[in-house]
C-alpha cells in the first residue's frame, strides 16, 4: 500500500510501510548508508505526518518483512494478543502518542497492553515523539524482573558490573569484581565478556563468581556473554550457569548472521530454566542488542535500524528475560555518528522495549571514532535515569580494557542514584548495608574499615585457585 | 576525599581503572585528566595514517622467504569516509583488481591498517615472522597490503587469488589501554558477501595483550583446524583457546 503527504505544497509518496517507516525516522547515518534516510528534512516530516494518520490497524495488514520468508515475523504476528490490543485498535500513530502521554495510559494500563502492542507500532510512535515523550512514557512503563533479586521496581536503579579483561586473567577479572561491588555495583549480574568463546574458559569464569556469590551469599546472578551454543555446552557439564547470554536482531537473516534461531534460543531457555538456580523468579535469559546490528550483518532488508531494533525486542520479549540491554554506541559512527544520535537512539530503544513489556537496560557508550565523549554520556545516562532505566552498565573507570569502548564506569551509577534518589535492588540493597559497603542513607563506603576483611582478600583467593586449578 | 588504600592495592592485578578514590561520587581529579590524555590520544590514534614503505620494509627484513607483496587501495577515499562508508572500505578500488591474479593457495594473508595504523606497523611484522614458518607445508599466496580497509575487503582478496583461506590482520579501534591492537580474522573460502559468522577471531594482538608469539600458535592452531574442517565461523570451536573480538567489519 502506498502512503503520502503533502508538504507546503509539495507532495511526497512513500511506495510502502517499511519505506514509510524509514523516511520518518530521525536522522543517523546507519539509515544514510543503507540509502533508507529522507532525502531532505521536509521529506523526513511528510513522513511523520503520513505515518501520523496511518492506523494501528495497519500493521497487522502489512508486515515490513514478509510472513513467509522470517520467522521474526512469523513470532510477531502469531503471537500478537487482540484482546490486549483493543484498548488502542481505534487508534492512529499520533493518536497513540497523544494517547500514551495521556492520564488515561496509567502504569498497570500500559503494562496490559503490552503484548497487544507489536514493534512495528511501537517504533512506529516513537518516530513522532520527543525526546522528552520518550522519556515521560517510560517513566511510566514498570517492567519488574526476578531471579535473585528484583531488578526493575520503580525507585530502583541497578549496574550490571563488567569487569572485563584482555586476557581473562580470574585475578584481573576478580579485582575488578571487588572494586565494583565496594561501589555498589552488580545487582544486575556480574557479567563478564570472555575474549575467548571456549567453554573451558567460560565455566572457570563462572566458578570464580559463583565461589565469591557462595561465599559472602550475595543476592546477585552471574553471566559470562559467550555464544548461547557455548552456554549449552556448559549447562551439559552442569557448570553454575546462572543467565543465559545471547546477541539478537530483529530479522531471521540477521539472527542467522549471529549463529542463533529461535529453536536454538528456546533450547537454551528450557536448559536454562531447568538448570533450577533462581531463588527469587525463573527469568534466567539475559540479551543484548544494539542498532546497526542488522545492517552491519547486511542483512537490514530495507528496514531502518530503529524499527529493526525494536523487532528485536519481540525476540527477548518471547524468552522472559531478566535483562535486555542495549549497547547503544558500541557498532560506531557508521551507524549512530554522534553524541546527539547516541543519545536519541538509547532513549528510542528503552522506550520501544519497555512499552513492549521488556525490562530494558542501556550500555550508556561510544568507541573512540564517533564523535563523541564523556559529557555526552553523562547527559544520556541521567535522561535514562529520569527515563526509569532498569539498568546500566558499571565499567572500572568508564574504560572497557578488553572490548575498547568508553562505557558508565562505577562513579557514573553512584552519581545517577545519587541526583536521582535511586536505590540498588532491595535484596542486594540490603546486603549492601549488612557488609558496611552502603550506609542507610545510600552512600557507598563511609567505613572502609568495618568492611570484611575476607572480601577485601577476594582476588588473592582467586589467583590461588586460579594456580591450583 | 575518602582514604581508598586497601583498594589500592588491587591495581596491580589489572590495567583496568580500579582503585581510584572518589571525590564526592565523582572522579578525582587526576584520574579524571588521565582518561582525558587516554580519548585524546585514542583518538589521534584513529587519525593517523599507515607508513605503508616502512611497513613493506619491516616485513622483507623480519620474514625469511617473504612472500610476493602486492599493494591495492579499498575504495575509500579519505579517513572521514572511511569512517562513515564501511560498504566502500571492504571493496577494493577498479584499478586495483588486475593486481590480484588468480592462482593455486591454501591461505594468503592481508593486512589493512583499519582504525589503528601504529597497530599494525607494531605488530603485524613480528605476527607474520612467526606464523609463517610454521606454514610450510601450506601454499601460501601473495601479501596483500590493502589501504583504508576493513575486514570484508578480505573475502573480495582472496575470492580474487583463488585462496581457500584468507587471513585478515587490521588494526583494531584503538581502546583507552591499548591504542595499537591488532585482530586477526580467518576466512575460508572467501568470497563477496561472507558473513561474520563465518569467520573466526583472534583479537587483542599486543605488547599488553596477546604478543604476538602466542598469537601466532593459536593462529596456526586455527588455520590447521580450519584446513581439517573445511570450514570457520562459528561451526569451528577451538577447544585450545579461541579469541572473539572487535574490529573494524
Known amino acids: 500500500m502506498a ?80 484482546k490486549a490490543f483493543t484498548a488502542v485498535a481505534g487508534l492512529t500513530v499520533g493518536e497513540l502518542r497523544d494517547w500514551l502521554l495521556g492520564d488515561t495510559a496509567t502504569p498497570d494500563v500500559l503494562a496490559s497492553l503490552a503484548p497487544g502492542l507489536t514493534p512495528e507500532m511501537v517504533a512506529a510512535v516513537s518516530k513522532l515523539m520527543r525526546n522528552q515523550d520518550l522519556i515521560a512514557v517510560a517513566q511510566k512503563c514498570h517492567v519488574v524482573t526476578r531471579f535473585r533479586n528484583t531488578v526493575g521496581a520503580p525507585g530502583h536503579l541497578s549496574v550490571r558490573l563488567q569487569p572485563n579483561h584482555p586476557t581473562d586473567d580470574v585475578t584481573g577479572i576478580a579485582a575488578s569484581i571487588l572494586d565494583g561491588l565496594m561501589y555498589g555495583c552488580g545487582d544486575a549480574v556480574i557479567g563478564i565478556n570472555p575474549v575467548s568463546d571456549n567453554v573451558d574458559t567460560m565455566v572457570h569464569q563462572l566458578e570464580l563468581i559463583d565461589d565469591l556469590r557462595q561465599r559472602f551469599d550475595i543476592p546477585t546472578q552471574s553471566c559470562v556473554l559467550a555464544h548461547v551454543t557455548t552456554a549449552l555446552e556448559a549447562m551439559e557439564r552442569r557448570a553454575p550457569v546462572d543467565l543465559v547470554f545471547q546477541s539478537i536482531a530483529g530479522s531471521e537473516a540477521a539472527n542467522e548472521s549471529f549463529g542463533i534461531s529461535l529453536s536454538l534460543l528456546d533450547e537454551a531457555h528450557q536448559a536454562a530454566l531447568a538448570m533450577k538456580r533462581y531463588t527469587l523468579g525463573d527469568n534466567v535469559m539475559y540479551f543484548e542488542t544494539g542498532q546497526g546490528s542488522a545492517l552491519s550483518a547486511d542483512a537490514h532488508q530495507g528496514i531502518d535500524q530503529q524499527t529493526m531494533e525494536t523487532r528485536a525486542y519481540a525476540v527477548a520479549r518471547r524468552f522472559r528475560p531478566l535483562l535486555v540491554n542495549t549497547v547503544v554506541g558500541f557498532i560506531g559512527p557508521e551507524y549512530l555518528f554522534d553524541g546527539r544520535q547516541i543519545t536519541r537512539a538509547g532513549l528510542e530503544d528503552h522506550f520501544c522495549g519497555k512499552l513492549l513489556g521488556v525490562p530494558m537496560g542501556v550500555d550508556v557508550c561510544y568507541t573512540n571514532h564517533a564523535e563523541a565523549d564523556q559529557d555526552d554520556m553523562d547527559n544520556l545516562l541521567t535522561l535514562l535515569g529520569v527515563a526509569g532505566v532498569n539498568f546500566v552498565m558499571g565499567v572500572p573507570g568508564a574504560d572497557d580494557i578488553m572490548l575498547n569502548y568508553q562505557s558508565t564506569s562505577f562513579h557514573d551509577a553512584l552519581y545517577v542514584r545519587q541526583v536521582l534518589g535511586k536505590r540498588p535492588a532491595p535484596e542486594f540493597d540490603a546486603w549492601l548495608q549488612k557488609m558496611a559497603i552502603l550506609d542507610t542513607h545510600g552512600r557507598v563506603r563511609p567505613q572502609l574499615d568495618r568492611a570484611p576483611r575476607a572480601l577485601l582478600q577476594f582476588p588473592d583467593s582467586a589467583e590461588d585457585a586460579h594456580v591450583a586449578g | 576525599m575518602l582514604p581508598d588504600e586497601p583498594w589500592r592495592r588491587l591495581r596491580r592485578f589489572t590495567n583496568a581503572r580500579i582503585g581510584m578514590g572518589r571525590a564526592g561520587n565523582g572522579l578525582p581529579t587526576k584520574h579524571l585528566l588521565d582518561f582525558r590524555v587516554a580519548h585524546a590520544m585514542a583518538r589521534d590514534s584513529v587519525h593517523s595514517a599507515l607508513d605503508f614503505d616502512a611497513l613493506e620494509q619491516a616485513l622483507t627484513s623480519r620474514i625469511a622467504h617473504c612472500p610476493q607483496i602486492i599493494r591495492i587501495a579499498s575504495r575509500v577515499t579519505d579517513r572521514a569516509e572511511y569512517l562513515q562508508r564501511p560498504d566502500l572500505g571492504r571493496r577494493v578500488v577498479e584499478a586495483d583488481i588486475v593486481k590480484l591474479e588468480t592462482g593455486e593457495w591454501d591461505i594468503v594473508f592481508v593486512i589493512a591498517d583499519g582504525l589503528s595504523a601504529e597497530a599494525v606497523s607494531r605488530n603485524a611484522p613480528d605476527l607474520l615472522a612467526e606464523t609463517l614458518p610454521q606454514l610450510s607445508s601450506l601454499r601460501v599466496g601473495p601479501l596483500v597490503l590493502a589501504g583504508q580497509g576493513r575486514v570484508g575487503i578480505g573475502d573480495e582478496i582472496g575470492e580474487r587469488l583463488g585462496a581457500r583461506m584468507v587471513v585478515m590482520l587490521i588494526g583494531e579501534r584503538p581502546g583507552l589501554s591499548s591504542p595499537a591492537s591488532l585482530g586477526a580474522y580467518i576466512t575460508w573460502q572467501p568470497r563477496l ?47 585450545g583457546q579461541l579469541i572473539e573480538g572487535e574490529a573494524p567489519d
Do not use: W
Open chain 2, 193 to 239: 558477501g561472507r558473513q561474520n559468522s563465518e569467520r573466526n577471531c583472534i583479537s587483542n594482538i599486543h605488547a599488553d595483550g596477546l604478543v604476538p608469539p602466542v598469537a601466532a600458535v593459536r593462529l596456526v592452531s586455527l588455520i590447521r583446524g580450519a584446513m581439517k574442517m573445511e570450514l570457520t565461523g562459528v561451526g569451528l570451536k577451538d577447544r
Open chain 1, 3 to 82: 502512503y503520502s503527504a503533502t508538504v507546503s505544497g509539495e507532495r511526497f509518496s512513500f511506495p510502502d510501510l517499511r519505506t514509510l517507516m524509514a523516511r520518518a525516522t530521525p536522522l543517523r547515518s546507519g539509515d544514510q548508508l543503507a540509502g533508507l534516510a529522507a532525502a531532505s528534512a521536509t521529506e523526513r516530516v511528510a513522513a511523520q505526518i503520513a505515518l501520523a494518520d496511518l492506523p494501528l490497524k495497519q500493521f497487522l495488514n502489512e508486515a515490513v518483512i514478509p510472513y513467509e520468508t522470517d520467522e521474526v515475523t512469523r513470532l510477531i504476528v502469531d503471537t500478537h494478543d487482540a
